[in-house]
């Protein structure tokens, strides 16, 4: 008689897992990541000044997840929705730069025309002041632009979705932001979840304070992290050791 038991692994499981191996592939620069990811955010602080809306921006911790995201799976294309300061911009640019490769950062603001500082010589950002997500998207999708990731910290539209679909393949990572509750980060996966093209996705939970408890910032007081990440399933690998 077959037996079909099986081992259960949930998404919580594999958000351990995931952002334990993501911090560990910079722990030995971290120290020097986390200063100038600090400089980065006291520079940034000043373009508050060009603000038409002000608002929030990330956190150090979420800025530090989207960098080791860029970094470890080596993006190169990147549309962004949610520019304000620039500090998820940087951040994913920065990683891209510790690969030493060239790449590109499509970044859209609906409410802001605030040119960014880009330290970064091979990596282009491309601003969309002043416009929506939609607009961004139909620019891109006309420039032929081919996308191996996003991040959203802003709301999809449903007119969003075939403009995405003609940008990512199957293999595309988003991360989203403010995931919690019914926050936005919650209703842009439901949307993304309608698309054939993501069906063999799986979620990955911010990560939780005993993933990020051993780095050094956990001397901030920074204590939880807003970041999800949407992956594709074949990301994960059984391993020998």
Request: aromatic share 10%; glycine share 4%; charged share 20%.
């Amino acid at each position: 008689m077959a037996n079909d038991k099986q081992i259960n692994f949930n998404p919580y499981q594999a958000s351990d897992v995931f952002w334990t191996q993501l911090y560990r592939s910079i722990e030995i620069i971290f120290d020097d990541v986390y200063k100038d990811i600090c400089q980065c955010f006291q520079q940034n602080e000043e373009l508050r000044q060009q603000a038409k809306y002000n608002t929030g921006s990330i956190s150090v911790i979420d800025a530090i997840n989207l960098l080791c995201l860029s970094h470890y799976f080596d993006l190169r294309s990147i549309a962004e929705v949610g520019t304000f300061i620039g500090n998820s911009t940087i951040a994913m640019a920065y990683g891209i730069e510790l690969n030493k490769q060239t790449g590109q950062i499509h970044s859209c603001d609906l409410s802001n025309n605030i040119s960014l500082n880009n330290p970064f010589t091979n990596i282009s950002i491309q601003q969309f002041p002043e416009q929506s997500s939609t607009q961004m998207l139909n620019q891109l999708v006309q420039q032929g632009v081919e996308l191996d990731a996003c991040y959203l910290d802003g709301r999809l539209q449903d007119e969003d979705l075939p403009l995405l679909d003609s940008l990512i393949g199957k293999d595309v990572i988003i991360a989203l932001d403010d995931f919690e509750g019914m926050e936005k980060g919650v209703a842009n996966l439901m949307k993304l979840s309608t698309m054939e093209k993501l069906r063999g996705h799986v979620l990955i939970h911010p990560p939780s304070f005993s993933n990020f408890s051993s780095l050094p910032i956990f001397k901030t007081n920074y204590s939880r992290s807003l970041t999800a990440v949407f992956i594709p399933g074949n990301r994960f690998a059984f391993t020998r050791q």
